[in-house]
């Protein structure tokens, strides 16, 4: 076998056999094949695509190239959810300690920002003392006397796909269904999980501008999971908007600690609680009622204890900038449109996010909004408040912002979006 004719297969718009596949993902996991040549592959299959059973066996070789996690002998089933990115999305922070406070073990895998989506485990490490990394072992006594962890994969998991993802990402080969599909699902799948949530966004904000798109990723992941055994749901959400009211680090956590304790905004307290209830029923505890563990405090002592773990102060206040800046409202009204990318990539511009993988970012930089689509705003209140420790580079977030907002006369109603655009099973 050779890689040459993997490429001219996928070139010329063929199937590739088992065979290739499997060769082709070994022989790049171990150095074999050269990255111009995978890339060239990674082109190949964005243009002309795969079919459901090339995925297949793609993703299975990715699993194959690493090692699989087993959570069998934990006395609770365990439940994951993966978001496939957003502006304000911090709904893992609440989530994961939510459905540990209900009953399940949440072995939670996260991911660092890239660009302008916000990642958990950044967010995570703006609460003082908090690590990313455990051990496996260590992983599984926190999943045993906590119930719930939220961790960076080990380099164990899918190496394939850790080699293959930093290759897509500088050379323009992200945005494929079958690539981005095996990507999380084989991650997923070696982690194992007993149940998977999707929660797969759609609009400005998101990977997948198009609620098209974005639904097809979702069937695709959905059989993937299905296929291998992993009970897999998925919720199509909308990433038109931001989530909630803050993008941003220990921005976000802030808010996390307020749907924790019972308030936060009503759009990341319905998607926390519709996801809880996946999760708990995929892992099957339909009966439980995560509405309660929010307000009767057992989620937050989740968290505390989750967060204490991994060596984190939960008492410890969060980092706060050295600048804020408010963006006024021009006139009064009713906001009837925020982007979403443009606010992330606001915050990004602030500190919030990094440009390179090794890039440093700022705890306490980010966007706070101060009104959501369908609310009245005042002429020169505060619509948004900028926060970031480089006030330097205030003005690169302003230009973001431009066009950004949309505000119709007073007494407009608004046809909202609803949050949850469908579900797949
Ligand atoms: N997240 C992943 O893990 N992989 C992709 O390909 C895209 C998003």
């Known amino acids: 076998m050779d890689a040459i004719s993997v490429i001219r297969t996928k070139r010329d718009r063929g199937r590739l056999t088992d065979e290739q596949i499997d060769w082709v993902v070994g022989a790049y996991t171990r150095g074999e094949v050269a990255d111009e040549q995978m890339s060239a592959l990674a082109m190949a299959i964005l243009l002309n695509g795969m079919d459901r059973d090339e995925i297949a066996r793609w993703t299975a070789a990715m699993i194959a190239s690493g090692e699989r996690m087993d959570f069998t002998a934990l006395p609770r089933p365990t439940a994951d959810k993966h978001s496939t990115g957003g502006i304000g999305d911090k709904i893992t ?37 908090w690590r990313a990394s455990l051990s496996n072992d260590e992983m599984m006594a926190t999943l045993r006397d906590v119930g719930a962890v ?4 080990g380099t164990g998991l899918a190496p394939a796909d850790r080699k293959l993802y930093a290759l897509r990402d500088v050379t323009g080969t992200v945005e494929s269904i079958p690539l981005i599909a095996s990507s999380i699902m084989s991650k997923k799948i070696a982690e194992g999980t007993g149940a998977l949530v999707l929660d797969v966004k759609a609009g400005s904000g998101a990977f997948m501008k198009d609620v098209g798109r974005a639904r097809e990723l979702a069937a695709t992941m959905v059989g993937l999971g299905n296929d291998h055994g992993l009970r897999t749901v998925a919720l199509l959400t909308d990433m038109s908007t931001p989530l909630g009211l803050t993008a941003g680090n220990a921005l976000e956590v802030r808010e996390s600690l307020e749907v924790l304790a019972g308030g936060g905004p009503a759009d990341v307290v319905e998607l926390t609680l519709a996801l809880a209830a996946e999760m ?11 509405a309660k563990a929010l307000r009767d405090g057992s989620a937050m002592d989740v968290w505390r204890r989750m967060i204490a773990a991994q060596g984190g102060d939960p008492a410890a206040p969060l980092p706060t900038a050295r600048e804020t800046h408010p963006v006024p409202a021009p006139t009064t009204g009713v906001l009837t449109r925020l982007d979403a990318y443009a606010v992330g990539l606001a915050a990004w511009r602030l500190g919030a996010g990094r440009a390179r993988k090794e890039d440093p970012v700022q705890a306490a930089a980010g966007v706070e909004l101060h009104a959501k689509p369908g609310q009245p705003v005042q002429a020169g209140q505060p619509l948004l408040t900028l926060h970031t420790d480089t006030p330097e580079r205030i003005p690169e977030a302003l230009a973001a912002l431009e066009s950004s907002y949309d505000i119709a006369p007073p007494g407009t109603t608004l046809d909202r979006t609803p949050l949850i655009l469908d579900r797949l099973d």
């Open 93 to 129: 922070l609440p989530l994961a300690p939510l459905v540990a406070a209900c009953g399940a073990a949440v072995p939670q895998l996260s991911g660092r920002g890239l660009g302008h989506t916000g990642g958990t485990l950044d967010k995570l490490e703006s609460v003082p003392g």
């Open 150 to 153: 939220i961790c960076a994969p």
């Open 280 to 290: 708990l029923t995929a892992a099957g505890l339909p009966d439980a009622d995560p």
